[in-house]
């Protein structure tokens, strides 16, 4: 059993910043990629930025060189930093993470959050 909870959202003015936050919790035997993803209506939700186990990240071409994915694994939690926000970042954003949980064999799964909103406007 496990949850992911998201922080952090919220009202935002372009050119600003907000940082997100989502802590995995539950009987955890490992995390292997964490993401974030958003969604706007009438889209499909799409990839905003991941990072693996051992560090690597990919990110959307539209957030590359303003938002900053990071994790802490002792606390298995994902962090999103956006910068620069653009009244185009406003989405519901999901935390993402491929999960190895304890009891369930040496498969992992994809465990996502109740999603947090982003406004970006002036």
């Known amino acids: 059993q496990v949850q992911l909870v998201e922080s952090g959202g919220g009202l935002g003015q372009p050119g600003g910043s907000l940082r997100l936050s989502c802590a995995a919790s539950?009987?955890?035997?490992?995390?292997?990629?964490m993401g974030w993803y958003r969604q706007v209506p009438g889209k499909e939700r799409e990839l905003v930025a991941v990072i693996i186990s051992g560090g690597s990240t990919n990110y959307a071409d539209s957030v590359k060189g303003r938002f900053t994915i990071s994790r802490d694994n002792a606390k298995n939690t994902v962090y999103l930093q956006m910068k620069s926000l653009k009244p185009e970042d406003t989405a519901v954003y999901y935390c993402?993470?491929?999960?190895?949980?304890?009891?369930?064999?040496?498969?992992?799964?994809?465990?996502w959050g109740q999603g947090t909103q982003v406004t970006v406007s002036s």
């Open positions: 993402n993470a491929d999960i190895v949980v304890r009891g369930a064999g040496w498969k992992s799964q994809a465990y």
């Open positions: 539950g009987n955890i035997f490992s995390i292997n990629t």
